[in-house]
């Protein structure tokens, strides 16, 4: 095991960020924590990166304490934050340099593993990194994060504000380093990233709801989800809503998705009440359902 | 659809030194529209929204806005609209109130109205319990929901969202979007930038800039038909990808 939490909870004063959280992250594992903002995720990178003490519980990253042996830790782990921590006023060279520096390495010394994403940004090695782009930032601070060669890295959601083509593109380099053998813990509030994971955490108010891998989360869900579109979509909503078998009713993309409470719904029914609130193109599907369509229902 | 047109934007243009971030964009926003405005990081979007709420002039081209030019009548075209962005909304070491009444009077609205305003949104927002409490301390998509209820006070004919979901839970985030809806259904036309391409689909329109121009604007539906793919997603990467 490369990460081994047990019952970690942490309070700030009165309130806690984290509940008695327990998972295992394996050797050259792809790990997501899937949870909106507020969940607890950071407060969990921050303790499994030496940066928190857990009020209670323990932790194990590559078999050191997360309190006795942090220094192990940190020689061995590389963490980009959620917030842009980078030198705003270095160039993009010397950041990397000066990260090289304090992990006792070179940027000559690791380059193969950086190689991928720094020729990306090489082009504007000598531009301040606060004059760089979002994307070419979350680049630069993963490359700051690599350049020791760490067993296990965390990425505190590394795609937040990122456009659809960055992300894709930075879920293709998490995939190559993980496939050079690095362990690789991540948070995203986007749910479309869950299925890129080998396996999820989905959390919620300091509190792990499920871990399994993607797939075997989305076998397990037990309820029938009806993708439901007509010419009127705010009026659509609004109608589901006050269908009395209504279970839940939530916007996805061109369709509203419908969950209905009774076992024994027929569809038909529903097509009926539609039609006497004068909808038009009414189309009622059922359909496989999506990390977030399971996330809203927990 | 009203066609009434509450934007105009001719030839656009904002240049930066030798770097022309904006290239001679155009485009019209019709009244009571859900206008979704889209683009990958560093496309252009936010040089071409300042353009158009009137904090960047124009290097060239025309922007009209509620029917205010941008240059000429950039005052009146401040009042006559809301802005919320994900980075910048409300002050977190104020109260819900005091937030409330410190933009109420921004805006230039009476006390009588601030206080009619007032517990009008906290009870539509359920805030009535937290209301003396910082907003600071709220979760963000409550902070995001009261946000963009302030951004409508002063009841504008158009509201420019900068990524307002941006990090939002799920829930929340369908919340905010049947806020949306409601406020568009009475009239308010809606300005929205967005990374969430399942929001792209609850938009009117959307036009999607790629390097400073805009290379496509149509409904989602005839856009997946014009590219031929089942997702906005699909539409998306299809068309920012031909840049590399």
């Keep these: 095991m490369s990460i081994i939490v047990q019952n970690i909870s942490k309070f700030y004063q009165s309130l806690q960020a984290v509940d008695a959280i327990s998972f295992e992250v394996k050797?050259?594992?792809?790990?997501?924590?899937?949870?909106?903002?507020?969940?607890?995720?950071?407060t969990i990178f921050r303790i499994l990166t030496t940066l928190l003490i857990p009020t209670q519980g323990?932790?194990?990253?590559?078999?050191?304490?997360?309190?006795?042996?942090?220094?192990?830790?940190?020689?061995?782990?590389?963490?980009?934050?959620?917030?842009?921590?980078?030198?705003?006023?270095?160039?993009?060279?010397?950041?990397?340099?000066?990260?090289a520096t304090i992990f006792g390495t070179t940027i000559e010394e690791n380059y193969e593993l950086i190689k991928d994403i720094y020729i990306q940004i090489?082009?504007?090695?000598?531009?301040?990194?606060?004059?760089?782009?979002g994307g070419m930032k979350q680049k630069l601070a993963l490359c700051c994060a690599l350049i020791h060669a760490p067993k296990v890295l965390f990425l505190d959601e590394p795609t937040t504000g990122v456009d659809p083509v960055s992300r894709k593109e930075f879920w293709q380099m998490l995939k190559r380093l993980q496939q050079k053998g690095i362990t690789i813990l991540v948070?995203?509030?986007?749910?479309?990233?869950?299925?890129?994971?080998?396996?999820?955490?989905?959390?919620?108010?300091?509190?792990?709801?499920?871990?399994?891998?993607?797939?075997?989360?989305?076998?397990?869900?037990d309820k029938t989800i009806y993708a439901v579109s007509?010419?009127?979509?705010?009026?659509?909503?609004l109608d589901l809503k006050a269908y009395p078998t209504m279970h839940s009713v939530y916007a996805f993309g061109e369709f509203i998705h419908y969950i209905d409470e009774k076992s024994d719904f027929h569809s038909q029914d529903l097509n009926n009440y539609l039609i006497s609130k004068n909808h038009?193109?009414?189309?009622?599907?059922?359909?496989?359902?999506?990390?977030?369509?399971?996330?809203m229902d927990l | 659809?009203?066609?009434?047109?509450?934007?105009?934007?001719?030839?656009?243009?904002?240049?930066?030194?030798?770097?022309?971030?904006?290239?001679?964009?155009?485009?019209?926003?019709?009244?009571?529209?859900?206008?979704?405005?889209?683009?990958?990081?560093?496309?252009?979007?936010?040089?071409?929204?300042?353009?158009?709420?009137?904090?960047?002039?124009?290097?060239?081209?025309?922007?009209?806005?509620?029917?205010?030019?941008?240059?000429?009548?950039?005052?009146?075209?401040?009042?006559s609209i809301g802005y919320m962005s994900q980075k910048f909304s409300l002050y977190d070491d104020?109260?819900?109130?005091?937030?409330?009444?410190?933009?109420?009077?921004?805006?230039?609205?009476?006390?009588?109205?601030?206080?009619?305003?007032?517990?009008?949104?906290?009870?539509?927002?359920?805030?009535?319990?937290?209301?003396?409490?910082?907003?600071?301390?709220?979760?963000?998509?409550?902070?995001q929901k009261l946000s963009f209820s302030i951004a409508l006070l002063h009841e504008p004919q158009i509201v420019f969202l900068d990524e307002p979901t941006g990090g939002v839970d799920p829930i929340t985030r369908r919340q905010f979007w049947e806020m949306i809806y409601a406020e568009a259904n009475k009239g308010t036309t809606i300005f929205v930038t967005t990374h969430y391409m399942d929001e792209a689909e609850y938009c009117d329109r959307v036009s999607i800039m790629v390097e400073g121009v805009i290379e496509a604007l149509d409904s989602p539906k005839k856009l997946k038909e014009q590219f031929n793919v089942a997702s906005m997603n699909d539409v998306f990467l299809k068309l920012a990808r031909n840049v590399e």
Aim: aromatic content about 10%.
């Design chain 1, 187 to 221: 948070s995203t509030p986007y749910m479309d990233e869950a299925s890129l994971c080998d396996r999820i955490a989905l959390i919620q108010k300091g509190k792990i709801l499920k871990i399994n891998p993607p797939a075997a989360i989305i076998s397990e869900f």
């Design chain 1, 58 to 99: 323990e932790a194990q990253v590559l078999g050191f304490d997360v309190v006795n042996d942090y220094k192990s830790i940190r020689n061995s782990v590389g963490y980009m934050p959620g917030k842009f921590s980078l030198y705003q006023d270095l160039t993009v060279e010397e950041n990397l340099q000066f990260f």
């Design chain 1, 280 to 295: 038009q193109k009414i189309e009622i599907l059922a359909i496989e359902p999506t990390i977030e369509d399971i996330f």
């Design chain 2, 1 to 79: 659809m009203n066609q009434e047109k509450i934007i105009t934007v001719q030839n656009l243009t904002k240049t930066f030194g030798t770097f022309t971030a904006v290239k001679g964009i155009s485009f019209d926003v019709y009244k009571g529209e859900i206008f979704g405005f889209l683009g990958a990081n560093g496309a252009g979007k936010t040089t071409a929204i300042k353009m158009l709420i009137g904090i960047s002039k124009p290097s060239s081209g025309k922007a009209v806005v509620a029917g205010y030019d941008v240059v000429e009548n950039t005052e009146s075209v401040k009042k």
């Design chain 1, 122 to 133: 090489e082009p504007f090695k000598d531009r301040k990194a606060g004059a760089l782009s």
């Design chain 1, 27 to 42: 050797e050259g594992e792809l790990f997501g924590l899937i949870g909106p903002d507020g969940a607890g995720k950071t």
């Design chain 2, 94 to 143: 104020l109260t819900i109130k005091e937030n409330i009444t410190f933009f109420g009077g921004i805006y230039g609205l009476s006390r009588k109205n601030i206080k009619l305003k007032m517990n009008d949104l906290l009870t539509e927002l359920s805030l009535q319990d937290v209301a003396n409490k910082l907003v600071g301390s709220l979760p963000l998509g409550w902070k």
């Design chain 1, 230 to 237: 007509s010419l009127y979509k705010h009026k659509l909503i």
